[in-house]
């Protein structure tokens, strides 16, 4: 039987029309512009209807309030449908993705995130085969989790991150392998699909307004911008690090700023500014002292996953013991436990 799939049109470049101000989204354009276009009505492609958002977003201008509405229009839909399309733009696409992953539990369908670099209604655009392959993708390979569908790879929502501004390769799962391969046929990989947790159905865990932040070290960076960041009311930090999770462990005022914020109770996340590779903050003297003032090691994650797994967790009402406990540990295939890495 044809599949039926669920477009959730937020926003995005996709669908946006040229403006003196440049590109901006247009209520039903982008509706319009797939009607004139042959290749969706093909019967090879699933139905699908299309519930647009209003008002439509370029993604930098989303938060946690707008995740929360699509997650839940997904959740009201759910058993409606075979898969979920969640049209978006690319530059926060990947923060979206990753707070889905953890807000989306016992997902047992597909929910794939995509858009493109250039409108589907200009001649060159990547958004028709965006678009196409992730239909597609629902129809052939249905992989049940959060993903991300762009230029011909499919990934895991919570690895991936922009890598690039223009080109229609903009995204990258750095440290873990794509769930599907994309090319003359269209194939998942279902021994690297994280398992989906043995919940009755779907629930979807709203998340509050945690205070956290991120914060990227730079050479000479003072211990008090970094004291500034840590005032309350902040609970949790994601710390962007050198390396293998390495900061100026020399610098003793600064090493005492983030001791007395984690002694207060702020978690603060260990993610490396390199894009692959995990965090070990026993490798260096540089990262164990991070480790001594109470740190924790956020190993491969993405920055995008371990801020929204913060907030993600800070909204499940637990401390910050146990939220401590819980960063190291792999909820929706967002990181590499200790044990399993390689
Ligand atoms: N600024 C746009 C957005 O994120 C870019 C895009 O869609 O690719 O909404």
Redesign the pocket.
Known sequence: MKKRVCILYT????G?RSTPMG?APDPGYLAQTMASMPEFANPEVPDYVIREHSPL????NMDPRHWLAIARDIAAAYLEFDGFIVI??????AYTASAFSFMLEGLAKPVILT???IPLCRVRSDGRDNLITALMVIAQAPVPEVCLCFGNRLLRGCRSTKVDAVGFQ?FDSPNYPDLGTIGVGIRSHLDRIHPPHPANGLTVHPLSSARVGALRLFPGISAELVANVLRSPLQGLVLETYGMGNGPSENLTLMAVLAEACARGVVIVNCSQCLRGTVDQGGYQTGSALARAGVISGRDMTAEAALTKLIYLFSLGLRPAEIRTRIPQNLRGELTEADAAT
């Open positions: 926003g995005g470049t996709i946006m590109y977003l370029d993604s930098s978006h733009g690319t530059d926060t696409m858009g493109s670099q903009a």
